[in-house]
């Protein structure tokens, strides 16, 4: 059942995520997924945190012949808390908490259950790790569905700065999760998604298609920078706010055929959009 549980675990891993959030992002609800990608890195930063702050072991920490090589490279870091259940609840109850619909919300609770299972079927978390992971992402996907972050005026430069700012001065050593959290809230907190969903479906297949191989150019060609520059907090957290910033407002500027632009109206309290007309 090792093959099995693996499969269903790496749809827990970052490139899932990247897919997921784009898709989102670009085919049903821009302004959904920007303040989703902010709880999405906070939520990150939050994981991280724990993790290394509680430095709590996992279970094959002292009898490392209970799992296999393969399955120790799913597991980076401390045990606590879970980082696949907390980032799939956060991104899955996350949209099914924008969306409101029964259909998304059993679909979610399907993956998040199945995914959390395979972390305990693996022998790489303990029970209270997925539990805690479970809560602290339930607590970001309602922040996510209530929630409208600022796409225009000061804070939406003066956030980014502060964040990538902290990255800069994160002393050697520091595990790179937190350049990575820091890149990830820099971008989504910046990013400006002024543009509306493709209402066809060849439209949908088109930017869904083009869209991920912008956006996996970008990423991995930002990931084959040398291994000792690449790493440094500033260098990876700019990696990740640039990588965000041209999936949300790169990938649209590319394909604006099916990606049309719309003007930003920012009531107090909420986002709403309008269509720009042609001119």
Same mark, same amino acid.
């Given at each position: 059942?090792?093959?099995?549980?693996? @499969?269903?675990?790496?749809?827990?891993?970052?490139?899932?995520?990247?897919?997921?959030?784009?898709?989102?992002?670009?085919?049903?609800?821009p302004a959904g997924?920007?303040?989703?990608?902010?709880?999405?890195?906070?939520?990150?930063?939050?994981?991280?945190?724990?993790?290394?702050?509680?430095?709590?072991?996992?279970?094959? %920490?002292?009898?490392?012949?209970?799992?296999?090589d393969t399955v120790?490279?799913?597991?980076?870091?401390?045990?606590?808390?879970?980082?696949?259940?907390?980032?799939?609840?956060?991104?899955?109850?996350?949209?099914?908490?924008?969306?409101?619909?029964?259909? #998304?919300?059993?679909?979610?609770?399907?993956?998040?259950?199945? #995914?959390?299972?395979?972390? =305990?079927?693996?022998?790489?978390?303990?029970?209270?790790?997925? #539990?805690?992971?479970?809560?602290?992402?339930?607590?970001?996907?309602?922040?996510?569905?209530?929630? @409208?972050?600022?796409?225009?005026?000061?804070?939406?430069?003066?956030?980014?700065?502060?964040? =990538?700012?902290?990255?800069?001065?994160?002393? %050697?050593?520091?595990?790179?999760?937190?350049?990575?959290?820091?890149?990830?809230?820099?971008?989504?907190?910046?990013?400006?998604?002024?543009?509306?969903?493709?209402?066809?479906? @060849?439209?949908?297949?088109? $930017?869904?298609?083009?869209? =991920?191989?912008?956006?996996?150019?970008?990423?991995?060609?930002?990931?084959?920078?040398?291994?000792? $520059?690449?790493?440094?907090?500033? $260098?990876?957290?700019?990696?990740?706010?640039?990588?965000?910033? $041209?999936?949300?407002?790169?990938?649209?500027?590319?394909?604006?055929?099916? =990606?049309?632009?719309?003007?930003?109206?920012?009531?107090?309290?909420?986002?709403?959009?309008?269509?720009?007309?042609?001119?």
């Amino acid at each position: 059942m090792e093959s099995f549980w693996l @499969a269903v675990t790496n749809l827990g891993r970052d490139e899932v995520f990247i897919v997921v959030l784009a898709l989102y992002t670009w085919l049903w609800n821009p302004a959904g997924g920007k303040n989703l990608g902010v709880v999405f890195a906070g939520s990150y930063l939050v994981n991280s945190a724990l993790k290394y702050g509680l430095d709590l072991p996992r279970p094959f %920490t002292n009898d490392p012949g209970l799992v296999s090589d393969t399955v120790r490279a799913t597991a980076g870091g401390p045990g606590l808390p879970s980082g696949h259940a907390q980032m799939s609840a956060t991104l899955w109850a996350g949209i099914a908490t924008q969306m409101r619909r029964p259909s #998304i919300w059993i679909a979610a609770a399907i993956l998040i259950a199945i #995914i959390s299972v395979s972390r =305990l079927a693996l022998h790489v978390h303990f029970p209270s790790d997925v #539990i805690v992971g479970l809560l602290l992402g339930g607590v970001a996907a309602a922040v996510a569905g209530r929630v @409208a972050f600022p796409s225009a005026g000061t804070w939406r430069w003066a956030v980014p700065v502060v964040a =990538l700012l902290i990255a800069a001065f994160l002393p %050697t050593g520091t595990p790179r999760e937190y350049g990575t959290g820091l890149g990830l809230f820099a971008g989504f907190w910046y990013a400006r998604p002024n543009f509306a969903p493709p209402r066809d479906p @060849a439209g949908r297949v088109t $930017v869904g298609v083009l869209g =991920l191989l912008i956006v996996f150019m970008v990423f991995f060609g930002l990931g084959a920078l040398p291994g000792a $520059v690449k790493d440094i907090g500033l $260098v990876r957290a700019l990696r990740y706010a640039v990588l965000v910033v $041209v999936a949300v407002e790169g990938v649209p500027a590319v394909l604006r055929r099916w =990606l049309p632009r719309v003007a930003v109206r920012e009531p107090v309290g909420r986002t709403q959009v309008r269509t720009v007309p042609p001119r």
